[in-house]
């Protein structure tokens, strides 16, 4: 728990997630990003009368998966609601959503090791967007009627790191279940923030604030970090906290009040009366959740069991395909600390952007992880091996023998070069027999040099230090 003051933060959640369906929530126009402003749209996501529209299944599968995937009842009934309201990018003047019957609650998702509610995820649609240029604003249409999740976590975040992590654990899981690419700087994935204070220790809730649409990682915490300390000292001033919206200016980092919270009251919410409830069957559930994939939380937990440090598991789950891919690998593997280095060092390194895609079939690598596992290779000669089965497409096995990579273990073989590389720098070994120590790390890389670097890195080390005593 993190102090200020006697006071601590409470933080609660709302997550906005595009559903990365082809089409849109009530019609068929697409939905890919960067298309030119106003060309996916039609009569009924413009929202003009006499149109009628027609609840995608996709999303509605999508959203299901997501609850699913974070512990929630999935309900049998659920229902669209007219939110209404007014705003330039809502040309229908409300946003069909789900009010009253959301279609999954009361999950919850690990974070840092302690569950974090989960009240309700429900199904929506995008609005438009705006761009403001100077004395004008312009309106792109295309985002209205993209698919939505509202993802709604119960007030059980006390910390700016927790939420960062939430976010960050939803924003994998939704990636594990392929139904948002979650980029938060095109805006697929946007988070409200709701936060309040109390004296440490007290059970009930302090008056909150909210802060709208957040889209890095970097804002939520440093919004959390700001509004907390600013309600504090407003509260040890004398002050009283208002319920209001409040926005997060990115230049100072600081927050400031939009309008009032709006109530529920206020968008007269009702029954949507052009789509039907929902229902499904408790078959139609399970068929779903037959569909879920193994999940972070679970691989991370299987990485475990297999004896890797936290930072590798955290790095090779972060992205589903470099998990599965690791996971193909590690089949057979004698050595998966190695394998998870290789990985993680030199191809990550070859692979670009976004998504693992990986040209080596995951034997190769194994491969190479097997023979220095052996000791048949040293470690920096595995270091480049795996690199040309990537850049040369080189097999790893084939290409030792021939090239002849092996390790060179025996130490008459190791001591006959030393002993010619001592012959070529007398000068750096009488240096060194003077007291010059720190050059003999010096004089190990040039006999490492002469053997190619195929010499078993420690044995050589220990024999040139050997034939420095002499
Ligand atoms: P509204 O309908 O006004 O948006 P909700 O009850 O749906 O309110 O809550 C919205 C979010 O606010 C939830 O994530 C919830 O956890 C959070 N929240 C509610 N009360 C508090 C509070 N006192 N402090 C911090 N967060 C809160
Ligand atoms: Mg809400
Ligand atoms: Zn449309």
Redesign the pocket.
């Given at each position: 728990m993190s102090l200020y003051r006697g006071f601590e933060t409470?933080?609660?959640?709302?997550i906005h997630a595009e559903l990365a369906c082809e089409s849109k929530v009530f019609c068929t126009c697409r939905t890919a990003f960067g298309a030119a402003p106003n060309t996916q749209i039609c009569p009924i996501c413009l929202g003009l009368p006499g149109t009628l529209p027609r609840l995608n299944r996709q999303a509605v599968e999508f959203a299901v998966l997501a609850g699913l995937a974070t512990g929630c009842t999935v309900a049998e009934f659920s229902r669209m609601d007219r939110k209404n309201y007014f705003y330039p990018d809502l040309p229908k003047a409300y946003q069909i959503s789900e009010d009253t019957y959301p279609l999954c609650r009361e999950g919850s998702v690990e974070v840092f090791g302690r569950p974090i509610g989960i009240?309700r995820i429900h199904l929506e649609e995008d609005a438009g967007k705006l761009s403001h240029g100077k004395g004008v604003t312009l309106i792109d249409y295309n985002r209205c009627g993209v698919p939505l999740i509202e993802i709604?976590?119960?007030?059980d975040l006390r910390t700016a790191g927790e939420a960062h992590e939430l976010v960050a654990e939803l924003r994998r899981i939704l990636r594990y279940l392929g139904i948002s690419d979650c980029r938060m700087q095109e805006g697929s994935l946007r988070c409200d923030v709701?936060?309040?204070v109390r004296p440490a220790g007290s059970d009930s809730?302090?008056?909150?604030t909210?802060i709208k649409n957040l889209n890095s990682f970097q804002f939520i915490e440093k919004a959390i970090a700001f509004e907390s300390r600013r309600q504090i000292d407003l509260i040890c001033d004398g002050g009283t906290v208002r319920r209001e919206t409040r926005r997060f200016d990115e230049v100072t980092g600081s927050t400031h009040s939009l309008r009032d919270?709006e109530?529920?009251a206020d968008y007269r919410f009702f029954p949507e009366p052009d789509i039907p409830p929902l229902r499904l069957t408790g078959a139609d559930i399970s068929a779903l959740a037959a569909r879920l994939p193994e999940l972070p939380a679970a691989l991370r937990a299987r990485f475990a069991a297999l004896g890797l440090p936290e930072a590798d598991i955290r790095q090779l789950t972060e992205d589903r395909a470099l998990a599965d891919y690791f996971d193909a690998a590690a089949e057979g593997c004698e050595n998966v600390k190695t394998l998870a280095n290789l990985l993680l060092s030199e191809f990550l390194r070859l692979a670009e952007g976004e998504g693992f895609a990986c040209p080596v079939p995951p034997e190769r690598l194994r491969a190479v992880a097997n023979l220095a596992a052996a000791g048949s290779i040293n470690a920096s000669t595995a270091k480049r091996l795996a690199a040309r089965t990537w850049l040369e497409g080189i097999d790893p096995e084939e290409t030792v023998s021939r090239e002849g990579l092996a390790q060179i273990t025996q130490p008459e073989a190791l001591l006959c070069g030393i002993r010619e590389v001592f012959g070529e720098n007398q000068a750096l070994i009488s240096q060194i027999r003077s007291g010059k120590t720190a050059a003999a790390k010096a004089l190990v890389g040039k006999c490492m040099a002469h053997f190619s670097g195929r010499a078993e890195p420690r044995l050589l080390t220990r024999l040139v230090e050997e034939e420095l005593q002499k």
């Amino acid at each position: 728990m993190s102090l200020y003051r006697g006071f601590e933060t409470v933080i609660g959640l709302e997550i906005h997630a595009e559903l990365a369906c082809e089409s849109k929530v009530f019609c068929t126009c697409r939905t890919a990003f960067g298309a030119a402003p106003n060309t996916q749209i039609c009569p009924i996501c413009l929202g003009l009368p006499g149109t009628l529209p027609r609840l995608n299944r996709q999303a509605v599968e999508f959203a299901v998966l997501a609850g699913l995937a974070t512990g929630c009842t999935v309900a049998e009934f659920s229902r669209m609601d007219r939110k209404n309201y007014f705003y330039p990018d809502l040309p229908k003047a409300y946003q069909i959503s789900e009010d009253t019957y959301p279609l999954c609650r009361e999950g919850s998702v690990e974070v840092f090791g302690r569950p974090i509610g989960i009240e309700r995820i429900h199904l929506e649609e995008d609005a438009g967007k705006l761009s403001h240029g100077k004395g004008v604003t312009l309106i792109d249409y295309n985002r209205c009627g993209v698919p939505l999740i509202e993802i709604v976590t119960a007030p059980d975040l006390r910390t700016a790191g927790e939420a960062h992590e939430l976010v960050a654990e939803l924003r994998r899981i939704l990636r594990y279940l392929g139904i948002s690419d979650c980029r938060m700087q095109e805006g697929s994935l946007r988070c409200d923030v709701n936060v309040s204070v109390r004296p440490a220790g007290s059970d009930s809730l302090g008056v909150r604030t909210e802060i709208k649409n957040l889209n890095s990682f970097q804002f939520i915490e440093k919004a959390i970090a700001f509004e907390s300390r600013r309600q504090i000292d407003l509260i040890c001033d004398g002050g009283t906290v208002r319920r209001e919206t409040r926005r997060f200016d990115e230049v100072t980092g600081s927050t400031h009040s939009l309008r009032d919270k709006e109530s529920a009251a206020d968008y007269r919410f009702f029954p949507e009366p052009d789509i039907p409830p929902l229902r499904l069957t408790g078959a139609d559930i399970s068929a779903l959740a037959a569909r879920l994939p193994e999940l972070p939380a679970a691989l991370r937990a299987r990485f475990a069991a297999l004896g890797l440090p936290e930072a590798d598991i955290r790095q090779l789950t972060e992205d589903r395909a470099l998990a599965d891919y690791f996971d193909a690998a590690a089949e057979g593997c004698e050595n998966v600390k190695t394998l998870a280095n290789l990985l993680l060092s030199e191809f990550l390194r070859l692979a670009e952007g976004e998504g693992f895609a990986c040209p080596v079939p995951p034997e190769r690598l194994r491969a190479v992880a097997n023979l220095a596992a052996a000791g048949s290779i040293n470690a920096s000669t595995a270091k480049r091996l795996a690199a040309r089965t990537w850049l040369e497409g080189i097999d790893p096995e084939e290409t030792v023998s021939r090239e002849g990579l092996a390790q060179i273990t025996q130490p008459e073989a190791l001591l006959c070069g030393i002993r010619e590389v001592f012959g070529e720098n007398q000068a750096l070994i009488s240096q060194i027999r003077s007291g010059k120590t720190a050059a003999a790390k010096a004089l190990v890389g040039k006999c490492m040099a002469h053997f190619s670097g195929r010499a078993e890195p420690r044995l050589l080390t220990r024999l040139v230090e050997e034939e420095l005593q002499k």
